[in-house]
Structures are given as structure tokens and as C-alpha cells.
């Protein structure tokens, strides 16, 4: 199972855009054990195994955890692109 | 708790004239909400904590800050900047003003208005749109209605 949380600076819009997004692009990836929160960047859970956020975001956080930037939130491809290399 | 009832939010459309840095520009596209000063100073806060994460597609941004009750309804506003303002270094044009009184109300609103602005709905194709052609297009927002 990975979790994946994505992140803004409200916790709200563009997370909630952005796990809409993951969700549909990890169905189109065929990956089955996944699970997709959203919150503020401040409220990283401990059981996050990546983060998605825009490449601003990217840049203010501090964590262990691999990050994937977005260039275009709204880019399916690019976060399915991106995506495929940490789905097992 | 959910009546399954929608409403729809009407967009407040507006034109930014002039040249204007990204702080005048939030006011602008977040004044038509009348939302308080406690929530355009949290929009302000976030982008200077955490970069321009309201840019949501090159050229685009959403004007968006938390939830707060003291906004009294949910209510967006589409606005059109005639020059280019630069949220660290970064050019928008397009811009979406968001507010909401609840975290319920919020998610509502940006889950109609999340697949309005995927696919061919970037910048380019947004600033080609008429205003009566990009009130069409965000009239499709709408917000459950409370309990």
C-alpha cells in the first residue's frame, strides 16, 4: 500500500484538485493499493510515503519523504508521468 | 450532512487594469466577495510563506485561502488581467477567486470547478474566451447546498 498525500498552502483547493488527479491517474496506471489524502503542507502525516505539491510548494518543504513537483497541476499526464516510477 | 440539492454559484467576472504587484492583485480579485480582512491576510500569509502554490496552470492562479465562517456564503470571482502580474517571478493572467464559510462548502465548489480547468482549459484558451463564453463556463460551478 503507498499513501500519498498532496499538499497546498490552504490545505483545501489545489491539494484537493490534485488528489482528485492522483486518484484518476492512478486508476488509469491500473495501481490497486493506493490511498490518496490532501491537507496543508504544515500537516505532512508521519504515514505518507510520497507527496505530490506544485514545484513552488516543492521548494518550502522540509521532509524525508520524496516529493513530486507539478509544473501544471491540471496536467494528468504529467502526474501519471511522474507517478509511475514509485507504483511497485 | 448532505441534502443532494445544488445551487449554483454565480461568477463574478472582472477585468484587472494596469500593471500591479501580486499583493493589490489578490485584493482586487477577492474584493467583489466581500470576504474580511482576516481572509485576504491569509491568502497573502500563504503565498508568502510558501511560494505561488495558488498557480494552478502557467499563467493561472487560484486566489484561495482556508475556510472561514466569517465568509458568509461560497462565492467565486474569474478575472482577466490586461498586463501580466508576477507571483515571484512567475507570469498570470487568469485568475479564480475562491471563498467558503465551511471545509464542506469549500470541497463542493472545488470539486465542480477542479474539471473546468483540466484538458483544454489552460491560460491560452481561457484568455481567448469571451466574457459572456467564460461566465457559460464557470457557471458550472455549483455548491451543495446545507442541511
Redesign the interface.
Known amino acids: 500500500m503507498i499513501s500519498i498525500f498532496c499538499c ?7 491539494s ?2 490534485m488528489k ?2 492522483a486518484e484518476e491517474a492512478l486508476e488509469k496506471l491500473g495501481a490497486s493499493r493506493y490511498e490518496v489524502s490532501f491537507g496543508q ?1 504544515s500537516a505532512i502525516p508521519f504515514s505518507a510515503d510520497l507527496i505530490v ?2 514545484e ?2 516543492a ?2 518543504l522540509h521532509t524525508s519523504v520524496p516529493v513530486i513537483a507539478l ?6 499526464n504529467e502526474l501519471a508521468e511522474k507517478l509511475k516510477a514509485y507504483l511497485p | 450532512m448532505s441534502t443532494g440539492k445544488f445551487r449554483t454559484i454565480d461568477p463574478i467576472l472582472i477585468h484587472l487594469k494596469g500593471p500591479m504587484d501580486w499583493r493589490e492583485c489578490v485584493h482586487q480579485v477577492l474584493e467583489p466577495l466581500h470576504v474580511p480582512e482576516a481572509y485576504e491576510k ?2 497573502k500569509d ?2 508568502e ?10 499563467g493561472m492562479a ?1 486566489i ?4 472561514m465562517r466569517d465568509c458568509r456564503k461560497a462565492g467565486m470571482t474569474v478575472a482577466v488581467s490586461e498586463s501580466p502580474v508576477f507571483f ?1 517571478g ?1 507570469s498570470v493572467t487568469f485568475f479564480i477567486g ?1 471563498c467558503a464559510p465551511t ?1 464542506l462548502q ?2 463542493n465548489v ?2 465542480h ?2 474539471p473546468l ?2 484538458g483544454k482549459y ?1 491560460t491560452a484558451y481561457l484568455m481567448t474566451c469571451s466574457d459572456e463564453e467564460l461566465l457559460t463556463h464557470f457557471r458550472k460551478v455549483n455548491e451543495e447546498e446545507d442541511a
Not at chain 1, 497546498?8 to 489545489?14: H, M, Q, R
Not at chain 2, 484561495?64 to 475556510?67: N, Y
Open positions: 497546498c498552502g490552504s490545505g483545501l483547493g489545489s484537493l484538485m482528485m488527479s503542507s505539491c506544485s513552488d510548494m521548494i518550502s509544473h501544471d497541476l491540471m496536467d494528468e | 491569509a491568502v500563504q503565498i510563506a510558501y511560494g505561488p502554490y495558488c498557480i494552478l496552470r502557467p487560484l484561495h485561502g482556508p475556510a515571484d512567475k475562491l471545509p469549500y470541497m472545488i470539486r470547478l477542479s480547468l483540466r489552460d
